[in-house]
């Protein structure tokens, strides 16, 4: 899925940088979550879109944590980026 939705993303620009620049824009968080897994930073991604469920509206929550829940395959169950992750979507859904 990660290399499918990265042939959409917008080439002109920097994912990352973007993200950066507009920390609550959810899409461009997710973009920079895709690219932090191609660039082996599976926790990063996990971290960013994590941070992202206090702020995000329902319906971007529904999105972050759908992707979360595919991201957080791919490391250890035990990883601390997974852990925290799964206390920020707590507490966003609660």
């Known amino acids: 899925m990660v290399l499918v939705r990265a042939e959409r993303i917008d080439r002109t620009t920097d994912p990352l940088a973007r993200a950066a620049v507009a920390p609550s824009d959810v899409s461009a968080a997710l973009d920079a979550a895709d690219v932090d897994v191609l660039l082996d930073f599976p926790a990063r991604a996990v971290n960013r879109l994590s941070v992202l ?17 595919e991201l957080m395959r791919l490391l250890d169950p035990n990883d601390p980026a997974i852990l925290m992750a799964r206390e920020r979507i707590a507490s966003a859904v609660l």
Request: aromatic content about 0%.
């Open 53 to 69: 469920m206090a702020t995000a509206l329902a319906e971007e929550r529904e999105v972050l944590r759908v992707r979360l829940l």
